[in-house]
């Protein structure tokens, strides 16, 4: 029998034997331990360094964005003058002599005419808008005085946020220094509030700041997905299946392998393109479209719904099909009774990543054109519409101050949707998920 204080354990190191205990073994232990320890410490490390960059750029984003989350609002006593405003046609008053009148007589010291105009331009030009939707809605209101709050003009929400400056030449700000006194005298009046933004969520775009909002992108962005989930996923899971469980093992199938494969890897730029030349420019489908938007997007997602329901119907045991043909069960009984109902947590998982890496795709988007400027929210998939990323790019590029404020909040917005997304993945697979 050896003994086993002098097995040879660890081999040979350079023709000598590594005894068990000995000075030698001891010290490859401990390069050993060493080794693991700094392993375990480049993986936190990458994970630390991961996390830190993604706290830098939410917080770089809630710095730039979170003045839009909030709106300077003047509120005002409004009589809606007979005169001005008819019972009859309540739609088509002068309320944007109304809105003007409320404010002059907040500051009446104010005579000149062209001060005054100036000082019109301290509400928002959609004032007369929310005036008169609230009228139209309750045209009981006509003759009586009533308040409301409406958007200050961009120049001054900025103001109030502190963004722009209250100092230096006159010349060289947005706001004379009679305008900023105007603004700081109903300050003091407590006629100036600032409230949460819901106008950001619930307004379409616009071409003044303070009354964009994402409504439309938000609508746009639905019927588009809407129309991809409705094309990638049937499409998506039958070629999965049949590639899978039916297709022969032979040198066009596995042609076709690699092309999926090598699909998910194309820039969707080129998928843009593709839209663009069939569906526009062939088939005539209107541009500017959820319909264009939704097809180009469903090219996309389609070889990630394939490779990703390949993976889950490969996960599924072996034994599970043979238990079902052993019982009699059809080769379409064993697939869609036994192994699409196992594998459906990783479908779904994989149908979710890539809707959500859908919903991020600016490219495609331009080159079909839903990059319009669109001032109501989408009534379907044919009419013309924009989506988030393009609605993002689009007061990126404008050089108004106020849009860049919304442009990091639009990315905020965007960022919430994706990681909803994505949580719901991880949600569902848990939920139906089945261990062997």
């Known amino acids: ?22 000075p030698e073994q001891a010290r490859r232990f401990r390069a050993r331990r060493r080794a693991d320890q700094r392993l375990r410490l480049f993986g936190l490390g990458a994970v630390a360094l991961s996390l ?33 405003v008819r019972a ?35 509400a928002s030009q959609g004032a007369p808008y929310i005036l008169r939707d609230r009228v139209v809605a309750d045209p009981s209101l006509i003759g009586q005085t009533i308040k409301i709050a409406v958007p200050v003009s961009d120049p001054y929400d900025q103001l109030h946020k ?50 964009a909002g994402l409504a439309g992108a938000i609508s746009g962005s639905f019927y588009a997905l809407l ?28 042609l076709i392998e690699v092309n999926i494969n090598n699909l998910a890897a194309v820039p969707s730029v080129v998928f843009g393109l593709l839209g663009l030349a069939v569906f526009i420019q062939f088939f005539g489908i209107p541009r500017s479209t959820p319909l264009v938007g939704g097809m180009t997007l469903a090219l996309m997602t389609l070889p990630t719904i394939i490779i990703a329901t390949r993976l889950a119907l490969a996960a599924v045991p072996p034994s599970i099909r043979e238990a079902a043909l052993g019982l009699g069960a059809s080769g379409h009984q064993v697939v869609l ?19 959500a890496r859908a919903l ?61 997304m994505n949580l719901s993945a991880v949600v569902l697979r848990r939920k139906f998920e089945r261990r062997w």
């Not at 204080?5 to 205990?21: F, H, P, S």
């Not at 009859?88 to 104010?110: C, F, H, M, Q």
């Not at 006194?181 to 775009?205: M, P, T």
């Not at 009774?337 to 809707?355: F, K, S, Y």
């Open 52 to 84: 830190a960059l993604i706290l830098i750029l939410i917080g770089s984003l809630g710095y730039s964005g979170h003045t839009a989350f909030t709106q300077t609002h003047l509120v005002l006593d409004v009589t809606i003058d007979p005169a001005k």
């Open 227 to 254: 129309v991809c989930f409705a094309l990638s996923f049937p499409i998506g899971i039958a070629s999965a299946v049949y590639l899978e469980e039916f297709a022969p093992r032979n040198r066009w199938t596995s």
């Open 360 to 420: 991020g795709e600016t490219a495609p988007l331009l080159l079909i054109g839903m990059n319009a400027f669109i001032i109501s929210t989408s009534g379907g998939i044919l009419e013309p519409a924009t989506a988030l990323p393009t609605q993002i790019f689009i007061w990126a590029d404008s050089p108004e101050r106020g849009f860049a404020a919304r442009t990091a909040a639009g990315i905020l917005v965007l960022i919430a949707f994706l990681v909803a």
């Open 88 to 122: 009859d046609e309540p739609d088509t008053g002068n309320y944007r002599a109304l809105i003007r009148g409320a404010l002059w007589s907040l500051l009446p010291k104010v005579r000149n005419s062209a001060d005054r105009n100036d000082l019109a331009k301290l």
């Open 337 to 355: 009774h036994h192994v699409l109902p196992l594998a459906m947590p990783g479908i779904m998982t994989g149908t979710i990543i890539g809707m």
């Open 162 to 211: 502190g963004v722009i400056p209250r100092t230096g030449p006159e010349e060289e700000r947005r706001l004379k220094d009679k305008q900023i006194a105007w603004f700081d005298d109903l300050v003091v009046q407590g006629q100036i509030e600032s409230r949460l933004n819901w106008g950001l969520l619930f307004n379409s775009d616009s071409r003044f700041p303070e009354l």
């Open 1 to 22: 029998m050896t003994d086993p204080a002098t097995t040879d354990l660890a081999g040979k190191d350079r023709g000598r034997t590594t005894v068990w205990g000995s």
